[in-house]
């Protein structure tokens, strides 16, 4: 039975996250693989506060920043999806996948 595997690239460096994903999604043209996606998201918006340690009550203003969201779904082609979620990328490139079973149609 096919596997559909889920891949989520997250960073907060836009143009790196976008030439990852073109040049996954170029492999994938080049090699004939069944590829949906990149899908972006909307940016999602993230504040960290940030503390002096000078005298009680000080502090910096908070640090604000984006994080980026591309999905990518590979149907079959387990190898190159395996390949794909194992690469070694860019520090600021961070990969999650999710792996389901698909049945065909009149299985049970």
């Known amino acids: 039975m096919p596997f559909v595997t889920k891949l989520t690239f997250e960073s907060g460096d836009r143009e790196v996250l976008d030439r990852v994903v073109e040049d996954i999604k170029?492999?994938?043209?080049r090699k004939g693989?069944?590829?949906k996606g990149p899908?972006?998201?909307?940016?999602t918006d993230l504040s960290a506060p940030q503390q002096k340690r000078l005298?009680?009550?000080d502090s910096f203003e908070?640090?604000?920043f984006q994080v980026y969201t591309r999905d990518v779904e590979?149907?079959?082609?387990?190898e190159f999806a395996r390949r794909v979620a194992g690469d070694d990328y860019p520090a600021s490139v961070h990969v999650s996948a999710d792996v389901k079973q698909?049945?065909?149609l009149g299985r049970n």
């Open 102 to 104: 698909t049945k065909g």
């Open 55 to 57: 005298a009680p009550g």
């Open 74 to 78: 590979i149907h079959g082609y387990d």
């Open 39 to 43: 899908h972006p998201r909307p940016a």
């Open 26 to 29: 170029e492999s994938a043209e």
């Open 62 to 64: 908070a640090w604000n």
């Open 33 to 35: 693989v069944e590829m």
